[in-house]
């Protein structure tokens, strides 16, 4: 069973561009999370998707968002990239509405210069 | 307001000795869940164990065991004869259980465990 896949593994961008991360969850899987992780801040939720609608959303600005498509993809954007939003971003995936245990991708590390 | 802690920042021990990785957790809620994640250099996050909160039985999986106390809060992470293998980052988590709770994540900052020869 093929695990949860994140696209780009890593990309570069400067400040101020606008950046979109992929995730394909596990077949069957209908809740997709992502992550922000930083050596400052740690794990920090971003927010989560289930059957295609925001179910969940952390305490970052509006200038992150995500989707999440009838197939159970999702993208997440950041526009007007900061130097701060420099991270690892990870998705998760899980097949129960709540409580369940995610299973992550190897995250997209983005630089931003 | 949800919160784990997990005071070790950085564990370092010889192979074939025991650890414990320690968490402690704050949360209102009567239903939630407890989890321990493996992160490897690679940066993928493993999961390791779910535990929900009416479940206070201790678990073995192989050289693993984990301890859940509520009334200490607290999730404890053993490795007995711990192997190079096992050197990674160890993160603690939990997950509200009520209605809407959906699968929110609160992390602890991580426990980095250095297992030499």
């Known amino acids: 069973k093929a695990g949860v896949t994140q696209t780009p593994r890593y990309l570069i961008k400067t400040r101020g561009q606008q950046v979109t991360l992929s995730c394909s969850p596990i077949?069957?899987?209908?809740?997709v999370s992502w992550y922000q992780q930083t050596p400052g801040q740690g794990l920090q939720f971003l927010f989560e998707y289930f059957s295609e609608t925001q179910r969940n959303k952390g305490n970052f600005p509006g200038r992150f968002s995500g989707r999440q498509f009838s197939n159970s993809r999702s993208e997440m954007n950041v526009s007007t990239l900061e130097l701060g939003d420099s991270a690892l971003y990870l998705c998760?995936?899980?097949?129960?509405?709540?409580?369940?245990?995610?299973?992550f991708g190897e995250g997209s590390r983005l630089t931003v210069l | 307001a949800q919160k784990v802690t997990q005071a070790q920042t950085e564990i370092s021990v010889v192979e074939k000795e025991d650890v414990t990785l320690d968490c402690v957790y704050e949360t209102r809620d009567t239903t939630y869940y407890l989890f321990w994640y493996k992160q490897p250099p690679s940066g993928e996050l493993v999961f390791l164990i779910r535990r929900n909160s009416f479940d206070e039985q201790n678990e073995i999986s192989g050289r693993y065991s984990w301890n859940f106390q509520k009334s200490t809060s607290s999730f404890n992470f053993t490795i007995t004869a711990s192997q190079v293998v096992d050197s990674a980052v160890y993160f603690c988590?939990?997950?509200?259980?009520?209605?809407?709770?959906?699968?929110?994540?609160?992390f602890g900052t991580g426990t980095q465990l250095k297992v030499e020869l």
């Open positions: 077949s069957g899987h209908r809740s």
């Open positions: 998760a995936s899980t097949s129960t509405a709540g409580g369940g245990e995610l299973f």
């Open positions: 988590a939990l997950s509200e259980g009520s209605p809407g709770g959906g699968n929110k994540l609160t």
